[in-house]
């Protein structure tokens, strides 16, 4: 649900509009749909992928950012680095581990293993706590973009920045019998890649 506002999905108008005749049936979801099961063509998956018995391409990654409410920020000794931020909360996202990648300008990484009091199992849920003060949180750069000019949310530590999630189309070994899903499959790879 993470990619309703997003960029990919102003693309998959954009393809609709150019293919008037083809049907586009959509589900959002933060679950891990079965494609052969539920007869699903093509999916969009965030994060690395697992073994399975699905072909994937990445289309794009998913830009992040670094953020905690003002609120939040003050109740925060002033954080120098990315490890002064494992002994406070952090709002975990269900399907992601305990921990984040931040990179700096030199390409010097530093894993951060963190700790929280609450996870939820969507983004955009992820985004709301944080927006309320809960804690730190990584969301998606476009679902926290008028909080940060509002000053709503803090970008922490901006020299560093989160390490983007990939994003990929994966598709059942025989769904390309459908030109059509082989046209909607080229076109993302085309057209889409930071969102």
């Not at 997003?6 to 998959?12: A, E, G, R």
């Not at 998956?45 to 794009?60: F, K, P, S």
Request: charged share 25%; hydrophobic share 45%.
């Amino acid at each position: 649900t993470a990619l309703i506002r997003s960029k990919i999905t102003k693309q998959i108008a954009q393809f609709g509009k150019q293919n008037p005749l083809l049907d586009l049936d959509l589900i959002f979801t933060d679950d891990r749909k079965n494609l052969i099961e539920n007869g699903i063509d093509i999916a969009l998956r965030a994060g690395e992928m697992e073994d399975c018995n699905l072909v994937a391409t990445r289309i794009g990654e998913i830009e992040r950012k670094l953020v905690c409410s003002y609120a939040f920020f003050l109740s925060l000794t002033d954080p120098i680095s990315p490890l002064d931020l494992e002994n406070c909360n952090w709002i975990k996202l269900e399907m992601l581990p305990f921990r984040r990648t931040l990179v700096n300008a030199d390409g010097v990484k530093v894993e951060v293993n963190f700790k929280s009091n609450i996870s939820v199992n969507s983004v955009e849920a992820m985004a709301e706590f944080c927006i309320h003060g809960l804690g730190v949180a990584t969301p998606p750069n476009y679902l926290v973009e008028r909080e940060l000019k509002n000053k709503t949310l803090i970008e922490l530590l901006p020299e560093w920045r989160v390490e983007p999630i990939p994003l990929y189309a994966v598709w059942p070994n025989n769904v390309f019998r459908s030109r059509n899903a082989k046209r909607l499959l080229d076109f993302l790879k085309a057209s889409v890649q930071a969102v």
